[in-house]
């Protein structure tokens, strides 16, 4: 079964925002020409600012982010933010792999930006609800 697609904006507005919650300043996630200089297509989010999307939708999917038991990602290539007003997007689906006989429903997790993968082994166990 799959589940509803989700789809998020990234700004470099957004990035900034991420930047000052989290501490993480690193020029890759603000300056193209240091990104470039460095070997990336441009300026990236932050890794974990993209799980932190893909996070979002397993706790829609899973009704409440206390049902959620565990979730895990690998980070397989960077999301490029564009620095104009529009951004990016990344999209987020998932299939139900399992649903156990102990309530816990299994899911695989695909993220996608620009019709490329930007993570792999993606995966959420949630809670059952209902």
């Known amino acids: 079964m799959e589940l509803p ?3 998020f904006r990234v700004t470099r507005a957004d990035l900034i925002r991420y930047a000052g919650a989290s501490g993480d300043f690193n020029p890759i996630h603000w300056n193209d020409r240091f990104a470039t200089t460095v070997g990336l297509p441009g300026v990236i989010a932050h890794g974990m600012f993209t799980m ?4 979002r939708a397993v706790t829609t999917w899973a009704g409440s982010p206390d049902a959620v038991v565990d979730f895990g990602v690998r980070f397989t290539r960077p999301v490029v933010v564009p620095d ?4 990016t997007e ?3 689906t998932a299939v139900v792999r399992e649903v156990t006989e102990a309530g816990l429903t299994r ?3 695909t993220a996608t930006c620009l019709g490329e993968k930007v993570l792999s082994q ?8 209902g």
């Open 84 to 87: 104009d007003d529009s951004g």
């Open 107 to 109: 899911l695989d997790v």
């Open 122 to 129: 993606a995966r959420a166990t949630v809670r059952t609800t």
């Open 5 to 7: 697609t989700q789809t």
């Open 90 to 92: 990344i999209v987020v």
């Open 52 to 55: 932190a999307f893909v996070g």
